[in-house]
T-cell receptor, first 113, second 113 residues
Framework: AQSVAQPEDQVNVAEGNPLTVKCTYS??????LFWYVQYPNRGLQFLLK??????LVKGSYGFEAEFNKSQTSFHLKKPSALVSDSALYFC???????????FGPGTRLSVLP | EAQVTQNPRYLITVTGKKLTVTCSQN?????MSWYRQDPGLGLRQIYY???????DKGDVPEGYKVSRKEKRNFPLILESPSPNQTSLYFC????????????FGEGSRLTVL
């Protein structure tokens, strides 16, 4: 069965510091991996995805994520956090041999001024 | 503008009074899905549809119905709502190939008294 774990419920970081939001997954076959962000009272917005190729993928708002096959991880990163990055972040996987997305529980990121 | 539109955005109803949450997408996506989001439980899939007239149960289908008579529409029906269906609901759509990302609606906050 497919699963996604986000080991931290909450991540706090000071503005200007680098941030990392962690994600690990379990899936059969090659995974297609996604990150979404949810601002208060809004739907989820797509940030970036890994399909194949370069392990470092770049996405919206200066975010990037690193795919590590051996560690089955797909951590979200940003070199310099902004207060406006404060939101709920979801990691998701879409299996190679299926259509359905499996979401992690979410990590709340707070960037402190 | 590419979008997924849900209505109503907010609804308060009473136990047993049938209601429908509509969802429409203008991207010609084959895949559509409904999720509910509850505190501490993340996103849970209710039903999904691979294409017109093809629907299937997700993780928490009890108490819900869906239909997919047209490609663009995927309504969620609560025949006899109960208080445990109080939640934030999201409709989402995607292309059929599993490298595609999900596009989300803005959400429908439902309260059942």
């Amino acid at each position: 069965a497919q699963s996604v774990a986000q080991p931290e419920d909450q991540v706090n970081v000071a503005e200007g510091n680098p941030l990392t939001v962690k994600c690990t997954y379990s899936v059969s076959g090659n995974p297609y991996l996604f990150w979404y962000v949810q601002y208060p009272n809004r739907g989820l917005q797509f940030l970036l995805k890994y399909i194949t190729g370069d392990n470092l993928v770049k996405g919206s708002y200066g975010f990037e994520a690193e795919f590590n096959k051996s560690q089955t991880s797909f951590h979200l990163k940003k070199p310099s956090a902004l207060v406006s990055d404060s939101a709920l972040y979801f990691c998701a996987v879409r299996p190679e041999w299926g259509q359905n997305f499996v979401f992690g529980p979410g990590t709340r990121l707070s960037v402190l001024p | 503008e590419a979008q997924v539109t849900q209505n109503p955005r907010y609804l308060i109803t009473v136990t047993g009074k049938k209601l429908t949450v509509t969802c429409s997408q203008n991207m010609n996506h084959e895949y559509m899905s409904w999720y509910r989001q509850d505190p501490g439980l993340g996103l849970r899939q209710i039903y999904y549809s691979m294409n017109v007239e093809v629907t299937d149960k997700g993780d928490v289908p009890e108490g819900y119905k869906v239909s997919r008579k047209e490609k663009r529409n995927f309504p969620l029906i609560l025949e006899s709502p109960s208080p445990n269906q109080t939640s934030l609901y999201f409709c989402a759509s995607s292309v059929a190939v599993n490298t595609g990302e999900l596009f989300f609606g803005e959400g429908s906050r439902l309260t059942v008294l």
